[in-house]
């Protein structure tokens, strides 16, 4: 990848923008990484690595700072650290405002580990970060905590019922889904696998087929598939919950029909009338690059390649919305009331963003 740096005729004016953004403590995060790539005084191209580039538009910044004094980034030995202006922050409070006023159901959770989300999202860079586009912000939007509390449920019920009276329930379902595999994956001859992660993928199918062709597949087993449930531990009310097959159907919609819960996008919780420091660089440190994009053999002797990227920090507390959607009439608060405890669990066991699987984004 080559970095394409802007003409010099436009780099004084980029460089008093953000010059000028430091100095009042309101430059945009989200435009400065989405948009900006750093340039030299003359004009000439400094690195073709993009994660070079990232570490250089930050140090970009530093040497703003002490031309015009700004405070906003300060630097820390390799990595420039960055914070949320004040004036931005002030802003941003005023939108956490209005949005409080969004959902019918709230509840908080800070980050266990850090976390990123976005992390290959298309950027100038090699990585990236998801960010209010106002308020250069980290966020989680709503379709990603819907995302995992659905796929959550899913596992529980495997749990709850186990995996071969999911086959047998669902005894079309999931030979439709082995005749698929025999269609898509012909050379590669992937079957499809009985086993948990298989139960899975077929309670996933029909948890998104429509009322009308559900019925058609399971005629006299439609009631027992629908009673199937699960349990989450309740944070508000006392004891556990029950949510059903149906629950679930409703709560996440299926195929033409939209879900009767709404996830909003997740908002942190600024401090009050400071600078925000919320972000923390990591390292991801690629030992077989050549493997990967060449098809070498894996050696020992390829170099690591570190790229760097950012993070939002532990313990940054989030501020999580649910409410009714507006087709949804009847019944509505009851389905909201038992999403919470559904996603809070998600959320504590499962984590959201990228990297979950090493820990990332437990809340």
């Known amino acids: 990848m080559r970095i394409v740096f802007h003409k010099r005729r436009n780099e004084e004016i980029l460089r008093n923008g953000i010059a000028d953004g430091i100095s009042d403590k309101s430059l945009n995060l989200s435009l400065y990484l989405d948009k900006y790539v750093p340039v030299s005084r003359d004009g000439r191209i400094e690195t073709e690595s993009p994660t ?21 980034f300060r630097k820390e030995k390799d990595n420039p650290r960055i914070k949320i202006g004040k004036k931005v922050v002030q802003e941003y409070a005023g939108y956490l405002t209005e949005y409080r006023k969004l959902p019918e159901r709230t509840f908080k959770m800070h980050t266990k580990t850090r976390l990123v989300v976005g992390l290959g999202d298309e950027s100038v860079y090699e990585t990236s970060i998801r960010l209010l586009r106002n308020y250069g912000v980290p966020y989680i939007p709503g379709s990603a905590l819907k995302g995992i509390a659905r796929s959550y449920a899913i596992e529980k019920l495997v749990e709850a019922v186990g995996s071969q009276k999911v086959f047998s329930t ?67 009310e006392k004891g556990e919950i029950k949510i059903t097959v149906k629950e679930l159907r409703k709560i996440f919609g299926t195929v033409g029909k939209e879900g009767k819960v709404v996830f909003l996008d997740a908002l942190p919780l600024p401090p009050r009338f400071e600078d925000w420091d919320i972000f923390e660089w990591d390292i991801m440190n690629p030992h077989y690059g050549p493997y990967y994009q060449d098809e070498k053999p894996p050696g020992d002797w390829y170099s690591p390649k570190p790229i760097k990227f950012l993070t939002v920090k532990e313990k940054t507390k989030f501020l999580f919305g649910l409410r009714k959607s507006t087709t949804c009439h009847g019944g509505c608060k009851v389905l909201v ?14 984590g959201v963003g990228a990297k979950t699987s090493l820990g990332y984004g437990r809340f």
Do not use: C
């Not at 070079?52 to 906003?72: C, F, H, I, M, P």
């Open 52 to 72: 070079r580039a990232k570490v250089l538009a930050l140090e970009t910044l530093l040497k703003l700072r002490e031309d015009r004094n700004g405070s906003q």
């Open 170 to 236: 669902l005894r079309r379902i999931t030979e439709n889904i082995e005749k698929r595999y025999l269609k898509e994956y012909p050379k590669e001859k992937t079957e499809f696998n009985r086993d948990f992660y298989g139960a899975m993928e077929v309670l996933s199918e029909a948890l998104s087929i429509n009322d009308e062709d559900l019925k058609k597949i399971l005629k006299e087993k439609l009631g027992d598939f629908l009673s199937w449930e699960i349990r989450v531990k309740g944070e508000k």
């Open 337 to 350: 009331k038992k999403a919470e405890p559904l996603l809070r669990e998600a959320l504590k066991h499962h």
